[in-house]
């Protein structure tokens, strides 16, 4: 099959449930569904060579970021340079060791195996050996690492750290920060380019065919399944999928209970990650704790303006918002209101985007305690907000990700179903 084109049987989409007949696609189409008209497929032009160059760029400059000097900090004569290693370093061993682990987890450890997984597979497409024993399992890994690599936000984490810095000390930006500049760039461009659609249909192939008795229709009403990791349509008969033999549900099981105990778990935890310091910065021997909002309020007063507005919608309003969205989005299913479900589905989209932005504070404060420490002069470490804050944005994405948009739809059918009924 050309990498140009795009021959698939129907799918259902991910958001709304509803059948896609897929028409035979060329290079530098999108196919978007019929009711939702969310983004079903994309096919671009050379897009495994695209892929294998940009994950093997991505790798390399990487490499380069952790090999010399991040970033450097100077004050009273007193100088302090560290590496990208030397933010997680810092965290891992002389401070919060669970902090640590999970920043290390989302800067190094899941990027690197997106990216190497990426790289082999856009590689064996080139090649055209497509059947290895390892191709089913990158497939399916991709679609879970993908919302957690958080490199594009600590990049941002780092432009802040910078503003703050410069109120206090002289910074130097070190070769690492560019090269990390040029691999989040890469990494982005790699993950746009990466559709689940077609990596399963150039692999493995069409998906089996179905007979589609009504053409306007959810797959759930037409006793039908469609796989949201490769988008293959199944009969609802079947436990698991069969192109890429994962177990598939007509609905994420509990969603709606398992949203809600983890947004229980998330506006608990978000009052200590206020009331709390989440820095605290030891100056000639007087300490003083920081808390977001102070955070905030100390860069409005050093006049940056733009910085400090990011810190407050990332960091205070975001998850917020997305825990009230997300509960009030639960509530419409059992106590459905008459806006449309296409915009309950967009807020929930928007919930989801967004959500990620608020560790952005929590890289701020990992690379201000890896920089500033210069002995009795000043030193930085995290406070104890910082692990319930960071508790809390995983918490509310965990909470995204269980909540399954097609319920909204559901019960847009069922109201529908009981007005033309009476």
């Known amino acids: 099959m050309s990498d140009d084109t795009f021959i698939e049987n129907e799918t259902a989409c991910d958001c709304c449930d509803w059948v896609n007949t897929i028409p035979p696609m060329q290079h ?56 990208l290693w030397d933010c997680i370093n810092a965290l891992l061993i002389e401070h919060f060791t669970a902090l640590g682990a999970i920043v290390s987890v989302t800067l190094v450890v899941l990027p690197l195996i ?24 990158l497939l399916l890994s991709l679609e879970t690492i993908q919302p957690w690599l958080m490199v594009d936000v600590f990049m941002l984490g780092g432009l802040v750290a910078l503003v703050k810095l410069k109120s206090l000390a002289e910074v130097s930006l070190g070769v690492s920060f560019w090269a990390f500049a040029a691999y989040t ?35 759930r009403n037409q006793g039908l399944i469609g796989c ?31 949203t809600i105990a983890l947004l229980i778990g998330a506006s608990i935890l978000y009052v200590p990650a206020n009331l709390f310091p989440i820095m ?18 100390l ?24 825990i009230l969205s997300l509960f009030w989005l639960c509530w419409q299913y059992h106590f459905a209101t008459d806006l449309p479900a296409i ?16 560790m952005v504070d929590i890289f701020v404060v990992a ?40 319920l909204v739809w559901d019960i847009s059918e069922e109201t529908k179903v009981d007005e033309s009924e009476s």
Request: with cysteine; net charge positive; hydrophobic share 45%.
């Open 299 to 322: 860069l409005w007063a050093l006049k940056s303006y733009p910085v400090a507005l990011v810190i407050l919608i990332a960091s205070v309003l975001v998850p917020i918002a997305k």
């Open 367 to 406: 690379i201000l305690s890896a920089l500033v420490q210069l002995g009795t002069l000043m030193n930085i470490v995290p406070g104890i907000a910082a692990m319930s804050f960071c508790a809390v944005v995983i918490l509310t994405m965990l909470a995204a990700m269980s909540f399954d948009p097609r």
């Open 185 to 219: 760039f890469l990494l982005i461009r790699t993950v746009c380019y990466v559709d689940k659609r077609w990596l399963w249909n150039q692999f493995f192939g069409q998906s089996e065919k179905i007979d589609i008795k009504q053409k306007a229709s959810s797959a």
């Open 28 to 83: 530098n189409e999108r196919l978007r569904c019929e009711r939702c008209k969310h983004p079903i497929v994309t096919v671009s032009k050379k897009t495994a060579q695209l892929l294998l160059a940009n994950s093997s760029a991505a790798i390399v400059l990487f490499a380069l970021s952790l090999t010399y000097e991040f970033l450097g900090f100077s004050s009273n004569g007193i100088t302090q340079q560290i590496s």
């Open 280 to 297: 605290n910065t030891t100056f000639l021997g007087t300490t003083e704790h920081s808390t977001i909002i102070g955070g905030v309020l």
């Open 114 to 137: 997106y990216l190497f997984s990426i790289l082999l597979l856009s590689f064996s497409l080139i090649v055209k050996s497509k059947h290895h024993r390892y191709t089913r399992w």
């Open 228 to 258: 949201q990791f490769c988008g293959a349509l199944n009969p609802s008969t079947n436990r698991t999928c069969s192109r890429c033999h994962h177990v598939i549900m007509s609905r994420k099981p509990a969603s709606l209970k398992r």
């Open 343 to 358: 915009k309950k589905q967009k807020i929930y989209h928007l919930t989801e985007l967004v959500g990620r932005w608020s």
